[in-house]
Each structure stands twice: as C-alpha cells, then as structure tokens.
C-alpha cells in the first residue's frame, strides 16, 4: 500500500515507518520543515511539504494514497494555552482527510488518548462512544473524543476508518513525554512524588507495540473500529514515582490533592487521574500481542535518566 503519514518524524510515527516499510508498504510524510523532510527521506519516505494548515496538500496527499495514518496534532499550540485551537485544527485535518477518501473504501487510522476516558475501573473499546459519554468527559478528552467520533462516522461515507485510542505514556528510549516530566520534577522538587496514596492507574505501551497496532489496523482493522493500545492495563502512579525516586537518589512521598497543582503544575490534572484501559478485544480482533518492555521495566533500563533525564 501506498501509506501518506501525518506526524511520521514524530514519536509513534518515527517507529511506525520502519514498521510500515518492512511490511512492504510505501510511505509518504508531511514534512513541516527541512529538517523534517531530510529526516523523513533518510528513512525512506517521500516527504510531502505542508503543515496541517495546509488542506489542500493534505487532501492531494491523501487522495494519492491507499490508506491514511493521522497521527500529528499541534502540540506546542496545546501546550502553550490554545487546546481548543489546535483540536480545531484537528478536526478540519480529520474532515479533509476524510473528504479525499469517501466512498474509497480505503483505510483512514486516526490517533486518539486513552487517558480520562473513564475513571476508577479500566475502560474497553465501547466506552466514550455516545454523546452522553462524550459530554460528561472532561474537556480535553471531550474535545478529542469529538474528533474521534467524526472519524468514526466517515465509516458511514465508505471510509474504512478507525481510531486508536494511545495510553497516556508510550514509553521508549528518546521519549520526551510525561515520563521525562516527571523525572524532570522530580529533579527539580528534590522528591519523587505521587498524589494522594499513588493507587492511580495509567495504561500504558511500548512505542514499538504502538506503531504495530497502527500497521495491523491498516492492514486489517474493520470500519469504525476502536481500538485501544494498551499493552498494560495499568501501572500504579506511586509504583512510576518509586522507581524514579530510587533512580535519582531522592525520596518518595506522597503530595497530597491540594498541593498537587503547585508541584507537579500543569501536569497533576493528568498525574491525579486513575484511568486504566483493557485492549483485550483489541487483541483478539487484530491478533496484537504486544512485546516491549513495560513500563517500570523500560524505567529501570536507565535510558530515561540519562542527560539529566531532560
């Protein structure tokens, strides 16, 4: 298949071409800089230059393709206090996309989170999936899941499209996520910290177990699927915080709720969630089996406090 990429010198999307290529497929990637597009035909992809503002390259791109992987979102706008804004873009990107493919029967992937979905019990591929679920999410998830549910809906315009619904770390060596965050907070603070009695719950994957889903549900997923890349239901956050603690020489303890905005800042609205995840239908409709390290495991290889864990 001929495979256009959005996001493919990313994370997830720098381990999914080498997937992709070694299953015989051809990758094109957006390319938003030079630098992107050097990377990109280094790794044997033809770079298309655009940003997601660009829809009419996207919607070239993608009506040139046997199948579409979504998988760039413009993070430092989110970061930087303009969640609404990007998600906006994320959903003009989406419905161009999905525009180029209708009544193609070709495959659109879209990548989603995991994390808030539900709260206290693990979530499974049919939660968040009517508008009472959509509407009682907290906002970022809410607005994400709203995008989702649009990509969902191309199934009914002959799109094979589905969404993979991404735990909120996907761990690996280089990752620059919540992991090195924290570690980076710990650091800084001189304590490894959890919120209250650290029983909260992350799901959790290997970015190499990730970037397989992501090909086998190309290659296989049916229209409308969801599918959630949890290789680990969850890992207890105190379990994350005692492992950093012990590699960085500093001690563990408890914040409790109403200091946790002061020291874990933007981040505790995300560390004070317990919000597991269960792929086991994932697993059986797409033969998944994932095979990287867990989480703690990856942690204790050493390779995230390396550089000053920054």
């Known amino acids: 298949m001929r495979v256009f990429v959005t996001g493919a010198s990313g994370w997830i999307g720098s381990a999914l071409v080498p997937e992709l290529i070694g299953a015989g497929h ?32 996207l919607r070239e791109a993608a009506g040139d393709s046997d199948g579409v992987i979504h998988l760039a979102f413009k993070h430092e706008l989110a970061f930087s206090g303009n969640f609404q804004e990007a998600a906006e873009a994320d959903r003009r990107t989406v419905e161009t996309l999905g525009e180029s493919l209708a009544g193609s029967g070709r495959p659109l992937l879209i990548a989603s989170g995991l994390v808030g979905l539900t709260t206290g019990r693990p979530s499974t591929e049919d939660d968040g999936r009517t508008p009472e679920e959509l509407a009682a999410l ?45 570690i980076g907070i710990a650091r800084d603070k001189g304590v490894s910290g959890y919120i209250g009695d650290g029983t909260q719950r992350w799901s959790a994957t290997h970015r190499a177990d990730a970037a397989r889903l992501f090909r086998l549900a190309l290659e296989g997923a049916p229209a409308g699927s969801v599918l959630h890349a949890s290789a680990e239901d969850g ?14 020489d500093v001690p563990t303890r408890s914040v409790p709720a109403e200091e946790a905005a002061e020291h874990f800042t933007w981040l505790s609205g995300f560390f004070g969630l317990d919000s597991p995840a269960s792929s086991e239908r994932t697993r059986d409709l797409l033969g998944w089996n994932p095979t990287g390290p867990g989480l703690i495991e990856d942690l204790d290889m050493g390779h995230y406090f390396k550089n000053g864990g920054q």
């Not at 990758?27 to 997601?52: H, I, K, Q």
């Not at 890992?235 to 960085?248: D, K, Q, T, W, Y």
């Open 235 to 248: 890992v207890p956050l105190r379990s994350v915080a005692e492992v950093i603690g012990r590699h960085l």
């Open 26 to 57: 051809k990758v094109v990637g957006l390319a938003r800089s030079d630098a992107s597009a050097a990377a990109l035909t280094e790794a044997g992809v033809d770079a298309v230059s655009g940003t997601l503002d660009d829809l009419d390259v």
């Open 138 to 182: 907290p906002a970022g998830p809410r607005t994400r899941m709203g995008t989702a549910h649009v990509a969902l809906s191309l199934a009914d315009r002959n799109v094979r499209s589905s969404v993979v619904r991404l735990p909120p770390t996907v761990h690996g060596d280089g990752d620059n996520g919540f992991m090195t965050t924290l």
